[in-house]
Nanobody, 116 residues
Framework: QVRLVESGGGLVQPGGSLRLSCAAP????????IGWFRQAPGKEREGVSS????????YYADSVKGRFTTGRDNAWNTVYLQMNTLKMEDTGVYSC?????????WGKGTQVTVSS
């Protein structure tokens, strides 16, 4: 079974930046669509971004458009989520997702806390 492992979360002040990475040991990610999701306390999980495995086109939720960027670092076999101009409402557990061999696969998530 494919494993997805997120890293890069932490505590940051409003207006700051964080860069999250999604890694998949044992499998190449460059042919797969990888999405980022987040879940804030007391709220349902919501989609943040998606990066196509076909043409590398990217989708962003309106709430993060212009502030977040997702892309591939094929040399390191990772998909990143660069988060700039962070707001308190960006706080949550961020998870990456992919569909591998007919299986939906989620990472365990990494905590992002935006607080002054």
């Amino acid at each position: 079974q494919v494993r997805l492992v997120e890293s890069g979360g932490g505590l940051v002040q409003p207006g700051g930046s964080l860069r999250l990475s999604c890694a998949a040991p044992g499998i190449r990610l460059d042919d797969y669509t990888i999405g980022w999701f987040r879940q804030a306390p007391g709220k349902e999980r919501e989609g943040v971004s998606s990066l196509s495995g076909v043409d590398s086109s990217a989708y962003y939720a309106d709430s993060v458009k212009g502030r977040f960027t997702t892309g591939r670092d094929n040399a390191w076999n990772t998909v990143y989520l660069q988060m700039n101009t962070l707001k308190m409402e960006d706080t949550g557990v961020y998870s990456c997702h992919g569909f591998f061999g007919l299986r939906h696969t989620w990472g365990k998530g990494t905590q992002v806390t935006v607080s002054s």
